[in-house]
C-alpha cells in the first residue's frame, strides 16, 4: 500500500523534513528485525539536516538556469571527480576486511551477515537522500555526505567489536547511497545544460576509482603502514577533493525546491526503469561473486588464478565507460543499450559455456564491455523522466539497482544449486536479451 502523500516546503524551521523521515521506514522496513537498522539510517539523517540548513545560509553565487561555457567545463570536472571519489571510498574498504575480520575473530558466516549492514545503509537512505537533494540541491547533498563519508574510513579501521562494525557499516553504506544519488542527479543536470551524452564517461570515472581505490589502499599496507594510517591517508585525500571541488558544483535550477513531492510505490516508466536497473546490477554482481567459482570448479583454473576473471569484467567495464560517450554519440542511446545488453549476454554465455579458458575469459570481457553503458544511460533516462523531480526518480531506480546488486548472488546460487551454476548464468543472458528488448526506454 502506497504512503500517504508527504509535501515538502521550503521553510526554515524544516518541519516538512523529519515529517518525510518518520514516514519513510513504514515502507522501506518490512520487518522487526530491521527496525533498528532503520532507526539508525533515521538518526544520522536527523544530524544530515541541520547541517544542510546551515550551508543554506552560506551565500554562494547562483548561476543562470542556461550556464555559460566557460562555466560549465568546471561543473564537468567536479562531477568527474566527484564519481572518482564515490569508487575510491567503496573500494578502500575492499582490502580493510581481511584485517577487520582478523582482529575482531569473525568467521565468514559472521563476516557475511554483518556485511549486509553495508547493502542496507545504501538502500535504506536512498529514498531519504532523493527528497534530501530535491530539498537542498545535489551540491549540498554531495559536500555534506562526502565529508561524512570521510569520517567512516578511519572509523571502520578502529571498530572494537562487532557492533560497532555493524553500526558503522550501516553509516558508511548510507553516506555512499547518499552520494550516489546526489552525484547521479547532478550528472543529469549537466549533461542536460551541456547537451552532449556525458553519463557513461562519468561512471567510467566512479570505475577507474574502485581501482584505484583498492590498489592505493593496498599498497600503503604492503608498504607497511598500519591500517588506522593508510585509512587516514585515503579519508584525507577524499575530503581535499570534495573541498576543492564545491563551489565548481551546478547549484538547483528554477524553484524545483517548492515542488511538491508524493511518496508512492515505483509504477510507470520509473519502475520499468528499475527492474531493467535491478538486471543490470545483477548481473554485476553475479561477476563479483561467481566469477572465481565459475572458472575455478568448470574450467579448471586454481583458486590463486579464478580471479582473473573479475578482474578482466572490472577492466573491460571502465574502458567501455571511458569511450562509451563516443559509442553514444556514433549509436544513440537506444541502439548502445540494445548492442550492449546483447553483447553482455552472448558474453554469458560463452564464459559460462566455454570449455577453452581463453575464450571464457573473452566472455568475461565481452560481460564488461557490453554492460559498462546499460547502467549509466538507465539513469540518465530516469532523470528526464517528465512530471518526476530528478532526485527523486534516480533515487527509486538506483534503489531497486542495488536490490539486484545484493539479492542477485543469492539468487544465482538457488539456481546454481537447483541445476548447476552455468545454466543459472544462462538465465542471466537471457534476462540481459529482455533489457535489449526494452531498450527504447531510454531514448532521448
Known amino acids: 500500500m502506497p504512503c500517504r502523500s508527504i509535501p515538502i516546503v521550503r521553510r526554515r524551521t524544516g518541519r516538512g523534513g523529519p515529517a518525510v523521515l518518520v514516514a519513510m521506514p513504514a515502507r522501506a522496513i518490512r ?32 548561476e543562470p538556469l542556461q550556464a555559460g561555457q566557460q562555466r560549465l567545463p568546471g561543473a564537468i570536472r567536479a562531477t568527474r571527480l566527484i564519481f572518482l571519489v564515490s569508487g575510491i571510498g567503496m573500494a578502500s574498504w575492499a582490502p580493510m576486511v581481511p584485517y577487520v575480520k582478523a582482529r575482531l575473530g569473525l568467521d ?22 532523493g527528497v534530501l537533494t530535491h530539498r ?37 553504506g548510507a553516506m555512499l547511497g547518499a552520494v550516489d544519488v546526489a552525484m547521479n542527479a547532478h550528472a543529469v543536470e549537466v549533461e542536460r545544460r551541456d547537451g552532449r551524452a556525458l553519463m557513461s564517461g562519468f561512471h567510467g570515472l566512479f570505475s577507474v576509482g574502485g581501482l584505484v581505490g583498492a590498489a592505493l589502499m593496498s599498497a600503503l599496507l604492503a608498504l607497511g603502514l598500519p591500517l588506522l594510517v593508510g ?28 515542488q511538491t513531492v508524493k511518496f508512492r510505490l515505483p509504477r510507470g516508466l520509473v519502475l520499468l526503469l528499475g527492474v531493467l536497473c ?26 590463486a588464478s579464478a580471479g582473473i576473471g573479475y578482474a578482466c569484467f572490472s577492466v573491460a567495464m571502465a574502458s567501455g565507460r571511458l569511450v562509451g560517450d563516443r559509442a553514444i554519440a556514433r549509436l544513440g542511446t ?22 577453452w ?17 546499460i547502467v549509466p544511460l538507465m539513469f540518465s533516462a530516469a532523470g528526464r523522466l517528465p512530471g518526476q523531480p530528478p532526485a527523486i526518480s534516480i533515487a527509486t531506480v538506483t534503489a531497486l539497482g542495488y536490490a539486484g546488486l545484493l539479492s542477485g548472488p543469492a539468487l544465482i ?13 544462462a538465465v542471466v543472458a537471457g534476462m540481459l536479451l529482455l533489457v535489449a528488448a526494452s531498450a527504447r526506454i531510454v531514448r532521448r
Do not use: K
Open 31 to 62: 520487518s522487526p528485525g530491521h527496525a533498528s537498522a532503520g532507526l539508525h539510517v533515521l538518526s544520522c539523517f536527523c544530524t544530515f539536516v541541520p547541517v544542510l540548513n546551515a550551508l543554506e545560509t552560506i551565500s554562494v553565487p547562483r
Open 108 to 129: 565468514d558466516a559472521a563476516l557475511g551477515l554483518v556485511l549486509l549492514a553495508f547493502g542496507g545503509g545504501s538502500m535504506l537512505s536512498m529514498p531519504l537522500v
Open 136 to 172: 537542498y540541491g545535489n551540491r549540498r547533498v554531495i559536500s555534506v555526505a562526502g565529508l561524512l563519508l570521510c569520517v567512516a574510513i578511519p572509523v571502520l579501521a578502529i571498530v572494537p567489536d562487532v557492533l560497532t562494525l555493524a553500526v558503522t557499516l550501516l553509516y558508511f
Open 231 to 258: 585509512a587516514l591517508a585515503i579519508a584525507l585525500l577524499l575530503m581535499l577533493i570534495v573541498l576543492g571541488q564545491r563551489r565548481s558544483l551546478l547549484v538547483r535550477v528554477g524553484d524545483v525546491a517548492r
Open 278 to 303: 535491478f538486471v543490470s546490477f545483477l548481473a554485476e554482481g553475479a561477476m563479483l561473486d561467481w566469477s572465481a567459482v565459475l572458472l575455478r570448479d568448470f574450467h579448471g583454473f586454481s583458486a
Open 334 to 355: 537506444v541502439w548502445t543499450v540494445r548492442v550492449g545488453a546483447g553483447v553482455a549476454a552472448f558474453g554469458f554465455l560463452l564464459a559460462s559455456m566455454a570449455n
Open 357 to 373: 579458458p581463453p575464450a571464457s575469459l573473452t566472455g568475461f570481457v565481452l560481460i564488461g564491455l557490453g554492460a559498462s553503458n
Open 413 to 425: 546460487g538457488f539456481m546454481a544449486h537447483a541445476s548447476s551454476l552455468p545454466a543459472a548464468l
